[in-house]
């Protein structure tokens, strides 16, 4: 059996949001432990991060990013270079809706003839945050960075990934992340 472990990145600016999503909060938890509960039965844990603020507590390894500034392409780059897991479950701090269930129904479609498998809406969006990636992958997001390349899509197209269609509303509602004030209101609204 693969060994897979977990990323949370969490060292974004927010500058849409205007104030930390990490630390938002939602049903009573701040966005990032809600995550780590839900996601604690993994070996191997870690927050893609800057700055360790807000995480107090938490279990969870902090990992810097090897190069700064260049956004979610280089947190998870860090992760997979630091990881002793064979490949890492991959999300984004700012979708608080996200089930441990989104991952074991991604695990499946995980083979050794793919760099990846990333999450996909029946609208056709990707959605290269919320996704399974093998730690040989990040060869690939090393050289996008070092070319100058922060967009994830742009690594996406060079690595060889399996887009899974997510097959239900509920797992299509797991991946709805919170970018503006607004958003966080929909969040909000929704849950109600």
């Not at 893609?48 to 995480?55: D, H, I, Q």
Request: aromatic share 10%.
């Amino acid at each position: 059996m693969m060994n897979i472990g977990c990323v949370i990145l969490a060292g974004g600016k927010s500058t849409r949001m205007g104030r930390d999503k990490a630390n938002l909060e939602f049903q009573g938890q701040t966005f990032i432990k809600k995550l780590a509960q839900e996601l604690d039965f993994f070996e191997e844990k870690m927050i893609a991060r800057g700055p360790n603020e807000g995480f107090e507590g938490m279990d969870w390894t902090i990992i810097p990013d090897l190069h700064e500034e260049c956004g979610p392409i280089g947190g998870l780059h860090s992760a997979l270079k630091n990881c002793k897991s064979e490949a890492l479950f991959c999300l984004p701090c700012d979708i608080p809706l996200m089930e441990t269930s989104l991952f074991h129904w991604l695990v499946p479609f995980l083979e050794e003839k793919y760099d990846a498998v990333v999450c996909m809406t029946p609208d056709g969006k990707r959605h290269p945050l919320s996704g399974i990636y093998w730690k040989s992958s990040a060869a690939v997001l090393e050289e996008q960075i070092f070319n100058g390349d922060n967009r994830m899509m742009s690594a996406l197209d060079k690595l060889k990934v399996k887009y899974v269609v997510v097959d239900s509303k509920r797992k299509e509602d797991q991946l709805f992340n919170v970018n503006t004030p607004q958003d966080y209101r929909r969040l909000k609204e929704y849950c109600e």
